[in-house]
């Protein structure tokens, strides 16, 4: 049995940071007038995540070694960004740790919201063990360290495939598609592909990982849309998506389903036979659990199909920060670098003792670790994901997530949401999506 646990720790919903009257109202439940204090010991810092808190004896274990207490509130993820956004906005207070998604990092770094890592942390020497340190480092600065190694993978129902006659995975997209229709075909599955075209994140992610299989990148690495032309990745991957809804390989149902419930209500209960672009550790925390999954033993990852080159997996991952507002930021930054270390994240993970496992941690952010788990075959697939993890995983972004990002993100999934439900093009969506890119890089 893998211990390994849940990946959807966080899941994103729609967030709209423009909430200019909401901010005030967030803000004044946050007051504090306590200095900002250099102390180490003897104090008790407050962490607020989108996630439950880690196990009590591992949060033990770290007082014990440093003095230090820790206050954990768990808040939905989209209002936690609220939150972030309303204390730095009023400059007041209500955390000392808090959730530095890679999207936000752009954001985060030029408006100064949150310490830089490197004058607490000798990052230098966390670089080669932490492949997506690069996401939470924006104009010199790291916001962040990664408290996970979310990226993105394609699962297959090997046993889908299998009765309908595929028995070679696909390497390339074109015979992806066509495993998928001869899964329909055969009748093993009304419509063999998961894709979430909810009018939310996910559905922004899902193009992501398409346009890198396509062999290329949404923006270049000057914030201009790189997906214009018929010619491009982002283009084609628009294209094939809303192709795969008028093939039926897609449900129409699935225009109102989000990721986790792709996931959850269609992969793991066999409804569908592949998603292109799912979350690390969904094998052995989720489709292959008895309690949330029909089809155990059945998924499994393979190297995401590509229109020719490297497979390309790209990074999702969650991170830790310290707000410029904190009391504690040096006690604050003792905890990060705990939490995120290769030894507490094993342990988190399932190589400890049953009191030290964290039951809603995703993959650790540390290869070393990811290694170590496979290694001792707490990991499901666990080869296949190291090696995923260490030569094909690589930032959404060239240059950093753009400060407008969430404006971005919300053009990609209000308009591919439209393309599949008829009301746009695909080519009408692109163009839609390529002018609000526009005006954003432009500030106009």
């Not at 949060?59 to 939905?76: C, P, Y």
């Not at 030029?110 to 020497?125: A, E, I, P, Q």
Request: hydrophobic share 40%; proline share 5%; charged share 20%.
């Amino acid at each position: 049995m893998k211990l390994f646990a849940t990946a959807a720790r966080r899941r994103r919903g729609v967030l709209a940071l423009g909430l200019a009257a909401g901010l005030v109202a967030v803000a004044s439940g946050c007051s504090n007038s306590a200095a900002v204090s250099d102390k180490t010991s003897g104090v008790t810092i407050n962490v607020v995540e989108s996630a439950e808190a880690p196990p009590k004896a591992m949060l033990d274990q770290f007082t014990k070694q440093t003095g230090i207490t820790v206050k954990w509130t768990n808040v939905d993820w989209d209002s936690l960004q609220t939150k972030i956004t309303a204390a730095a906005t009023a400059k007041t207070y209500f955390a000392d740790v808090t959730d530095v998604d890679w999207s936000r990092v752009g954001q985060f770094a030029k408006l100064g919201w949150f310490y830089d890592m490197s004058d607490y942390v000798d990052v230098d020497k966390l670089k080669a063990d932490l492949p997506q340190l690069n996401s939470f480092t924006a104009d010199g600065k790291v916001v962040g360290l990664p408290g996970d190694a979310m990226f993105m993978v394609t699962t297959v129902n090997t046993k889908m495939f299998a009765e309908a006659g595929i028995t070679k995975m696909p390497t390339t997209i074109d015979e992806y598609t066509q495993d998928l229709k001869t899964v329909k075909a055969k009748g093993v599955v009304q419509y063999p592909l998961n894709i979430p075209f909810a009018a939310a994140e996910g559905l922004s992610t899902y193009w992501y990982e398409t346009t890198g299989a396509f062999g290329g990148s949404v923006l270049t690495d000057k914030d201009e849309p790189a997906f214009t032309s018929p010619d491009s990745a982002g283009y084609k991957a628009a294209e094939w998506m809303i192709q795969a809804v008028k093939d039926g390989l897609v449900s129409p149902g699935e225009i109102n389903t989000t990721d986790s419930q792709g996931q959850q209500n269609l992969m793991a209960t066999g409804k569908v036979a592949s998603t292109f672009s799912d979350y690390a550790g969904n094998v052995g925390t989720l489709y292959n659990v008895k309690d949330t999954s029909t089809v155990t033993g059945q998924v499994k990852y393979i190297p995401t199909p590509t229109s020719g080159g490297e497979p390309k997996n790209l990074d999702n991952p969650d991170g830790m920060g310290i707000p410029v507002t904190a009391k504690y930021p040096k006690a604050a930054a003792k905890f990060i670098e705990w939490y995120t270390s290769a030894a507490v994240q094993e342990k988190f993970a399932g190589l400890g003792s049953a009191d030290q496992l964290y039951s809603t941690f995703s993959l650790p952010a540390h290869l070393t670790a990811v290694e170590a788990l496979a290694n001792g075959d707490k990991l499901d697939q666990g080869a296949t994901l190291k090696q995923m993890f260490q030569n094909s995983t690589a930032p959404i972004f060239p240059g950093g997530a753009p400060t407008w990002y969430s404006s971005l993100s919300k053009a990609v999934y209000t308009n591919l949401h439209a393309a599949a439900a008829g009301s746009e093009t695909a080519d009408q969506a692109i163009k839609k999506i390529a002018s609000t890119a526009k005006q954003l890089a432009s500030g106009s």
